[in-house]
């Protein structure tokens, strides 16, 4: 049973930079199978897609957040994580990290698995 | 791009059947067959229900059937059940099978 445990700081100042992991259990993050996601939710609001890593390190953002947004890879530790420079209060959400398995070429079997995701507040 | 159009609400009662439309353009939804659907109880991780527009993970009841018609998707819900309340969120392939795109979510009563 894959399992995905997010941790970080719950408040980061504005203007500071927001850093989480996303610990891996059941799985590995040098799956070719597989890619790694951020996704976060704003308290009342739907869902935003971050970005995924795949294990060769390649990444993808959303182009709205793609200038801020930086994810890695640790393979050492079955670990991913997420920097999001600049925050402000619209960054205030709960962070979820995330599973997705390809099929094959571009086709994905959706988000699979989910960690239990982290409220991080942005306030002074 | 601007995520793709949830109604905010929808109700039935239980036994009905209820559906939620997921509204996209063609460069997105109505460009690939990989529109997914989750369930989100309160203060809960979304679960996956639906992928690949109208495949259903195992163990996911078959109560939870998707669709997709030019650039809308839908998950219907037969039979309703007080355990379904929830929040439902679709996401969608864009550019290239490169990004995702999220709807705003629904949300569900059972009455």
């Known amino acids: 049973q894959v399992q995905l445990q997010e941790s970080g700081p719950g408040l980061v100042k504005p203007s500071e930079t927001l850093s989480l992991s996303c610990t891996v259990s059941g799985g590995s993050v040098s799956s070719e199978n597989d890619y790694w996601s951020w996704i976060r939710q704003p308290p009342g609001k739907g869902l935003e897609w971050i970005g995924y890593?795949?294990?060769?390190?390649?990444?993808h953002y959303n182009p709205s957040l793609k200038s801020r947004v930086t994810i890695s890879v640790d393979t050492s530790k079955n670990q991913f994580s997420l920097k999001l420079s600049s925050v402000t209060a619209a960054d205030t959400a709960v962070y979820y990290c995330?599973?997705?398995?390809?099929?094959?070429?571009?086709?994905?079997?959706?988000?699979?698995?989910w960690g239990q995701g982290t409220l991080v507040t942005v306030s002074s | 791009q601007s995520a793709l159009t949830q109604p905010a609400s929808v109700s039935g009662s239980p036994g009905q059947s209820i559906t939620i439309s997921c509204t996209g353009t063609?460069?997105?939804?109505?460009?690939?067959?990989?529109v997914s659907w989750y369930q989100q109880h309160p203060g809960k991780a979304p679960k996956l229900i639906i992928y690949e527009v109208i495949k259903r993970p195992s163990g996911v009841s078959n109560r939870f059937s998707g669709s997709k018609s030019g650039n809308t998707a839908s998950l219907t819900i037969s039979g309703l059940q007080a355990e379904d309340e929830a929040d439902y969120h679709c996401c969608s392939h864009v550019g290239n099978s490169i990004f995702r795109l999220f709807g705003g979510g629904t949300k569900l009563t059972v009455l």
């Open positions: 995330a599973r997705e398995t390809i099929i094959s070429g571009g086709v994905t079997r959706g988000f699979d698995y």
């Open positions: 063609s460069n997105n939804v109505g460009n690939y067959n990989l």
């Open positions: 890593i795949y294990y060769s390190g390649s990444t």
